[in-house]
């Protein structure tokens, strides 16, 4: 038998850059619009986090997720949040059964074990319930009972929340927002797109989304292009101009710019900094580059970190948002030559 042959750098990231084209294009066939969201949604997938999106109802955002799982061949699972949903509604929980005439317990599991995961209107869940997903998004396990399941890979969480209703929710835990690698917000659509929408969905051709990988083989090949991902290089530069991001968005910190000492409580953590460069990297490979540049950092400054930046009353008073604190944060750095 003859060893396999090598394939080059360069065949590698003409290849992630095809599948992920592919992937934008035939979520696009059933999602009007919105082309910024599905790329930040499947550049979290292979950067290896996850994503929460802030839209009102009716924008499609179950329809995206559920046509990426089915353009990667990745199984899919739909968790609806509601105040009295419990803990094991979402990981499972023993159940009491009967084989061979005698009785024992054995593990049913719930709709998180799957390989993409929408949690809709997470923050309408109680905090108890909502800290059973943290285990499961950090660590790809759940624990029930004292007994640890692994989550197969790749696991990906997208968790959506409405910005509108506010009674009767509860606002995720900045150790939850934390977990996530990016933060959008989903707008309406605009009027021809409106236009194409009701076109496609109130016609008799309904369009079919299809897959790029057998399920089969899909998971195995997802965890390969997310390894690429990894072995994207970020020179000394990079990495300085991504500490010194974080650095002007920390309140307490000496560089923190005026305007983060006057409006922030608490800025980004180091999980912030992981997600700058795993995103920009992703972006790298997306301009056919295996190295990161100031640029791809640039596009995921704001959805990286926008949901780390905690403010104070002040700036909820005064309306400043943390969108406007990070690109005074941009402004004021300079980029080391």
Do not use: W
């Amino acid at each position: 038998m003859g060893a396999a042959p090598q394939i080059s750098p360069n065949e590698r990231v003409a290849e992630f850059r095809k599948i992920f084209a592919r992937a934008e294009a035939e979520v696009g066939q059933v999602i009007v619009g919105h082309r910024e969201v599905v790329r930040k949604v499947l550049t979290a997938l292979f950067a290896g986090g996850h994503i929460l999106i802030e839209g009102v109802p009716g924008l499609g955002k179950t329809l995206m997720v559920k046509a990426a799982a089915e353009t990667l061949g990745l199984s899919f699972k739909r968790i609806q949040f509601t105040p009295d949903l419990m803990p094991s509604d979402i990981v499972g929980t023993q159940v009491l059964t009967e084989v061979d005439g005698h009785r024992e317990f054995s593990f049913k599991a719930g709709p998180i074990f799957a390989h993409i995961v929408l949690g809709d209107e997470i923050n309408r869940a109680t905090p108890k319930t909502q800290s059973a997903v943290l285990e499961a998004m950090e660590e790809r396990q759940v624990t029930v009972f004292g007994e640890t399941y692994r989550l197969d890979p790749p696991f990906f969480v997208l968790a959506t929340q409405n910005p509108i209703e506010l009674e009767g929710t509860y606002p995720l835990p900045e150790a939850q927002m934390d977990r996530f690698v990016f933060k959008v917000v989903m707008g309406a659509p605009k009027p021809e797109e409106l236009r194409e929408i009701l076109k496609r969905t109130t016609g008799a051709t309904a369009h079919q989304v299809q897959p790029i990988f057998a399920p089969a083989a899909a998971p195995h090949k997802i965890e390969e292009l997310k390894a690429l991902v990894r072995e994207v290089m970020v020179s000394e530069p990079i990495e300085g101009y991504i500490i010194a991001i974080i650095g002007a968005c920390t309140p307490s910190g000496p560089a923190a710019i005026p305007e983060v000492s006057q409006y922030l409580r608490f800025g980004p953590s180091p999980r912030g900094a992981q997600a700058l460069i795993l995103c920009a990297k992703v972006n790298a490979l997306l301009a056919g580059r295996v190295s990161v540049s100031y640029e791809d950092v640039d596009d995921a400054i704001v959805p990286a970190l926008r949901h780390r930046l905690l403010r104070n009353f002040q700036a909820e008073a005064e309306n400043v948002t943390a969108d406007a604190i990070l690109e005074q944060a941009v402004k004021r750095l300079k980029r080391p030559r």
